[in-house]
């Protein structure tokens, strides 16, 4: 059977991947930190929960002693777990800084060196990095959440290479905004002329499926948000403006208003 490693498996893109995986006949291990949600999802897909902080590297070694001892070989690993909170440098708590480059960048790299060994083992093997648009354009609004995942990309097209001879084949994911409980673009829908560019978790997760079977290095979703990416190399400093102006803060919430954990 087919093993899938999913952080970020208990809600969104994660637990739409977790339902589409488990159609197509995947055991799938769920990551996650809050315990009652992951186990709901783990058992709606026949699955398996693994609470988890993807941001502390004990943990996620603890997570990969337990999972090699049920499964000598995982065949997909994918780095899915993030959050965001849609404010600037100078707005956001230092800790929470630290807390989205902990779990949006270092939390992938964790887990890809501690289950190296079983995707390995698991040969032909692949991950998926799901990073976001937001990995190509970086603009005021969102500053520490665009600079993790600009960390996050580089990691993720470096790896594609460093693995490749080991048999391991490393793809990137890169959705344009997604309605999910963590991130919801409320904003953005109530916007009739820009609402359609908002996408469904199920969509993202068939793109990282598309991206395993097909074997693509780098995909984004939808697959015109590529010019934006293209528009920040020639043009960086119009295109912060401009998205910042725009709608860098569509979907914003304070705080009170975010889904407890
Ligand atoms: N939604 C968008 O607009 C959008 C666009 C582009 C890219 N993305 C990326 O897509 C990924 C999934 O986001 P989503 O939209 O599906 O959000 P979501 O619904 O909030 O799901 C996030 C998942 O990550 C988990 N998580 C958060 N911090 C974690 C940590 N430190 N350790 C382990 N798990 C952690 C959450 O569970 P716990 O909180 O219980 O840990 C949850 O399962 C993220 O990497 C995000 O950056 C999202």
């Given at each position: 059977?087919?093993?899938a490693?999913i952080?970020?498996?208990?809600?969104?893109?994660g637990?739409?991947?977790?339902?589409?995986?488990?159609?197509?006949?995947?055991?799938?291990?769920?990551?996650?930190?809050?315990?009652?949600?992951l186990?709901?999802?783990?058992?709606?897909?026949?699955?398996?929960?693994?609470?988890?902080?993807?941001?502390?590297?004990?943990?996620?070694?603890?997570?990969v002693?337990?999972?090699?001892?049920?499964h000598?070989?995982?065949?997909?690993?994918v780095?899915?777990a993030?959050?965001?909170?849609?404010?600037?440098?100078?707005?956001?708590?230092?800790?929470?800084?630290?807390e989205?480059v902990?779990?949006?960048y270092?939390?992938?790299?964790?887990?890809?060196l501690?289950?190296?060994?079983?995707?390995?083992?698991?040969?032909?093997?692949?991950?998926?990095?799901?990073?976001?648009?937001?990995g190509?354009?970086?603009h005021?609004?969102s500053g520490?959440y665009a600079a993790?995942?600009?960390?996050?990309l580089?990691?993720?097209?470096?790896?594609?290479?460093?693995l490749?001879?080991?048999g391991?084949?490393?793809?990137?994911?890169?959705?344009?905004?997604?309605?999910?409980?963590?991130f919801?673009?409320?904003?953005l829908?109530?916007?009739?002329?820009?609402?359609?560019?908002v996408?469904?978790?199920?969509?993202?997760?068939?793109?990282?499926?598309?991206?395993?079977?097909?074997?693509r290095?780098?995909?984004?979703?939808?697959r015109?948000?590529?010019l934006?990416?293209?528009?920040?190399?020639?043009?960086?400093a119009?295109?912060?403006r401009?998205?910042?102006?725009?709608?860098?803060?569509?979907?914003?919430?304070p705080d009170r208003?975010?889904?407890?954990?």
């Amino acid at each position: 059977m087919q093993i899938a490693v999913i952080t970020g498996g208990s809600s969104g893109i994660g637990a739409a991947l977790a339902r589409l995986l488990a159609e197509r006949g995947w055991r799938c291990v769920l990551l996650a930190r809050g315990r009652e949600q992951l186990e709901r999802v783990a058992k709606e897909v026949g699955g398996e929960a693994e609470p988890c902080d993807v941001g502390d590297r004990t943990q996620v070694e603890e997570v990969v002693d337990r999972v090699g001892e049920r499964h000598p070989a995982v065949h997909l690993l994918v780095n899915n777990a993030g959050l965001t909170r849609r404010k600037g440098f100078l707005e956001l708590p230092p800790e929470q800084i630290e807390e989205m480059v902990r779990t949006n960048y270092l939390g992938g790299v964790w887990c890809l060196l501690a289950f190296l060994p079983l995707l390995e083992a698991g040969r032909p093997s692949d991950i998926v990095n799901v990073v976001s648009v937001a990995g190509t354009v970086a603009h005021g609004s969102s500053g520490p959440y665009a600079a993790a995942k600009h960390a996050q990309l580089a990691f993720s097209r470096a790896t594609t290479v460093e693995l490749a001879p080991r048999g391991i084949r490393v793809h990137t994911v890169n959705p344009g905004p997604v309605e999910t409980p963590g991130f919801p673009q409320r904003m953005l829908l109530e916007r009739p002329l820009v609402r359609r560019v908002v996408l469904t978790p199920e969509r993202v997760a068939e793109a990282v499926l598309r991206s395993v079977e097909h074997n693509r290095a780098e995909v984004i979703v939808p697959r015109f948000l590529r010019l934006a990416g293209a528009v920040q190399a020639l043009a960086p400093a119009s295109l912060a403006r401009l998205v910042s102006r725009a709608g860098g803060r569509a979907g914003a919430l304070p705080d009170r208003e975010r889904r407890p954990r």
